[in-house]
């Protein structure tokens, strides 16, 4: 076996390690105490996070932070990974927002002067577009930490018109048009209700983990999915032209979407009640370019922000 082949499959061995001496590894891979030794001490300049405990009773033992090995890349996967962190550049926080940045630093770093070009010259003709949107998510990280958990916690809500203090469970963290989302399940209201992220401006753990829901095998792709759930509404809107337009660009009305031949269409599929006052929102922007037929509870939603707009603009005297 060769030096940088070996090298690379003893930083393989090493992460699946907790602790290890040389003499272990030295009879693992078939070569002297003296050659591990000198591997170990390589990739340890080369930035290997290992640390040597000295004496009869020592040995080695990785660092909390792992490193992997070396990947190799064709031009074209280097390319897609450029461009699988550009679609997400619009977002004013990410998770490991800190470690995506130092990852694409290297990773860029690292790229032939060809392939850089390259994706210099794709990146003025191609891009992944999205609302720029000036709020921070502080507690992004950390929520997206307690959904892998799932832990029930503590969170202080911006509800608009109140702050107000829910014990939830986090499912996971979703985005869309620029904006970050949690679905969770809130045990005030006994349901799943979607949070927005940058609304949630505290988080406390929960000592008592008692009542806990079994998601764990429910996705958040499964969950944005679901259309059965119990409490569901059929949901059904006549669109013009331009609202069909409009409706097709969004993922979610799109999957229920009906178009006719003269350009007009429908939307028919099951909504949440969590989804209620997103949609409200959604087609109060219309105007005559859709009308909600069902149902009742989204129809009354929008009539109440149209309440809302018209006290916000009174007409003339």
């Not at 082949?5 to 003499?23: C, V, Y």
């Not at 009869?56 to 450029?82: C, D, R």
């Not at 461009?83 to 926080?93: E, H, P």
Request: proline share 6%; glycine share 6%; charged share 25%.
């Amino acid at each position: 076996m060769s030096k940088s082949r070996r090298q690379i499959e003893l930083m393989i061995t090493l992460n699946t390690k907790r602790r290890f001496t040389a003499g272990e590894l030295a009879r693992e891979f078939g070569v002297s105490k003296r050659t591990i030794l000198r591997d170990l001490q390589e990739l340890t300049e080369a930035g290997l996070p290992l640390y040597s405990e000295p004496g009869a009773a020592g040995g080695y033992q990785m660092l909390k932070e792992k490193t992997l090995p070396p990947i190799l890349f064709s031009e074209n996967e280097a390319v897609a990974m450029f461009f699988a962190y550009q679609s997400l550049r619009d977002y004013a926080d990410l998770p490991f927002q800190p470690e995506s940045l130092s990852a694409l630093k290297k990773f860029t770093h690292y790229l032939p002067e060809e392939t850089r070009q390259r994706i210099n010259g794709l990146r003025t003709r191609f891009t992944f577009w999205t609302p720029q949107r000036h709020v921070e998510a502080p507690h992004l990280a950390g929520l997206l930490e307690q959904a892998v958990e799932q832990r029930i916690i503590r969170i202080r809500y911006d509800a608009n018109t109140d702050i107000v203090t829910r014990k939830i469970q986090p499912i996971g963290i979703y985005a869309t048009n620029g904006l970050w989302y949690c679905p969770a399940y809130c045990f005030e209201r006994s349901a799943i209700r979607v949070f927005r992220v940058d609304r949630i401006t505290a988080i406390e753990p929960v000592e008592d983990q008692s009542g806990k829901r079994n998601y764990d095998k429910l996705t958040v792709q499964e969950y944005l999915s679901l259309s059965d759930e119990e409490g569901a509404s059929p949901l059904h809107v006549l669109l013009d032209k331009e609202g069909v337009r409009r409706c097709s660009t969004e993922t979610w009305m799109a999957e229920g979407l009906t178009v006719y031949e003269d350009g007009t269409g429908t939307i028919s599929r099951m909504i949440r009640p969590d989804f209620i006052p997103w949609t409200a929102r959604f087609f109060v922007s219309f105007g005559k370019e859709a009308r909600v037929e069902q149902p009742a509870a989204l129809v009354a939603a929008i009539r109440e922000l149209i309440a809302e707009l018209s006290v916000q603009y009174p007409g003339p005297g």
